[in-house]
């Protein structure tokens, strides 16, 4: 979760919705997101809120007090949502959730099903340091209910690792998705990083072979981002480090599309692979789709029925509100019809389906076919068929592009 909290309207200490928030649930999918705030070292590039253990050092939290806090929020959450309906999804992030250990992460689930439900065949995920994990680790993880393991690879050049402050090994992320095969995990994520100041196209394949040798169905792949306030920014300021170049991205990220697309991985989100459909993440799916989720923990965002709301940061704080009796919602804010279109361009047209362009206005629409004659949409999605209306699906240059083309068609 982002560091930084958007203003909003002050949120009811009760954690209550609106009734017209509340009408539609069970209608639309529902998920549950868990942020675990725990890291054992800070990496560079990182402005997630996160702690390491000196940052906690003055502070009541633990991973005791955390999971307590967590199982109070749950049950606040079945308690506001009244008959909520089970997660179809369950997404563990941070942080490093793997710094927990599987037993843990096994209670989280069990809090999960015991309060809001988890559907039967619910995809459940948790992200992983490599080298928080091993071959017990993983099997205790599929043994507790987990589907799903997402494992923060970024790189295997040992170069671009120290740059990014990683700590891992460059191998260690392969075996780690090996072992999870092994454990019994059929649906394996690994994340990468391109662009970082310094690393080669030479770098960068390497990654890439060593994720294809992994095997894994999916992988995720994001263009470095510099964040202020990061150790990594600091360094880009005082000019030991150039700042990334965008044709470079580019042509990564071309590269990465490439590489990906002729090993069977093909994209469903601009920054996303998979092997197939049943190996999209379809928690990120619900995201991306305007679902409902409870985000549980310090920094969490939610959102039910255009209602969106986001937990105070700090751990100790967090645990406190819920010791207390109260919602830890540090503020919310009511989405607009306004708002809600706004964000239904931006994300489905992130997607390989794309985005159906009668929800456009006509002038939009007619951007769009001109989005099309430039290379950026593609031609034959936008013409639809047996007179139905198209769907505005980005080209790979559309891709490179999509932040420009979101801006022309709102």
């Known amino acids: 979760m982002p560091s930084a909290l958007p203003d909003g309207d002050a949120a009811p200490s009760t954690g209550s919705l609106p009734e017209s928030a509340l009408s539609g649930l069970g209608r639309r999918p529902f998920g549950v997101y868990v942020h675990v ?37 749950l049950t606040l959450a079945a308690e506001v949502l009244t008959s909520p309906p089970p997660a179809t999804t369950v997404f563990v992030g941070g942080g490093t959730p793997s710094l927990l250990g599987a037993r843990v992460l096994g209670e989280v689930l069990d809090t ?30 599929r043994e ?12 295997a050049a040992p170069g671009v690792l120290r740059t990014l402050d990683r700590t891992h090994t460059p191998g260690r992320a392969t075996d780690a998705a090996r ?14 990083i391109y662009g970082t100041p310094g690393e080669s196209e030479e770098d960068l394949q390497r990654s890439l072979d060593a994720v294809l040798e992994a095997e894994v169905d999916h992988v995720s792949a994001y263009a470095l981002i510099v964040e202020e306030g990061t150790a990594l920014s600091r360094r880009i300021a005082k000019g030991t480090l150039p700042p990334p170049d965008d044709d470079v991205l580019a042509t990564r990220y071309e590269q990465v599309d490439d590489t990906l697309s002729k090993a069977g991985l093909q994209w469903y989100e601009v920054s996303n692979w ?33 209602v969106r709301w986001w937990n105070v940061k700090h751990p100790a704080r967090y645990g406190a509100l819920l010791a207390s009796g109260s919602s830890p919602a540090a503020a919310r804010e009511t989405l607009t019809v306004a708002d809600r279109h706004l964000e ?14 009668e929800v456009l206005p006509p002038p939009a629409q007619q951007e769009a076919h001109r989005a099309a004659a430039e290379g950026l949409l593609d031609q ?3 013409k639809g068929v047996n007179g139905r209306f198209g769907r505005c699906v980005l080209t790979r240059q559309g891709r490179l592009l999509a932040d420009a083309v979101i801006r022309r068609l709102t």
Request: glycine share 10%; with cysteine.
């Open 179 to 192: 072992e999870a095969h092994q454990a019994g995990f059929t649906h394996v994520n690994l994340d990468l």
């Open 344 to 357: 239904r361009v931006m994300l489905e047209l992130r997607l390989v389906d794309g985005l159906p362009v």
């Open 37 to 73: 705030p725990f890291c054992a070292t800070r990496c560079g590039y990182c402005d997630f809120n996160t702690y390491t253990a000196s940052e906690l050092a003055d502070s009541p939290t633990s991973q005791t007090s955390w999971l307590a806090a967590v199982r109070q929020e």
């Open 112 to 141: 999960v099903r015991s309060t809001v439900g988890l559907a039967r065949d619910a995809e459940v995920t948790t992200e992983s340091n490599p080298e928080s994990t091993s071959p017990g680790f993983f099997a205790a993880l």
């Open 274 to 306: 998979a092997s197939a459909p049943e190996s999209w993440c379809h928690h990120n799916l619900g995201y991306w789709h305007g679902a409902d989720w409870w985000g549980v923990g310090p920094g969490a965002h939610s959102h039910v029925g255009g």
């Open 144 to 155: 507790a209910g987990y589907t799903r393991v997402s494992l923060g690879m970024q790189s």
């Open 380 to 382: 034959e999605a936008l």
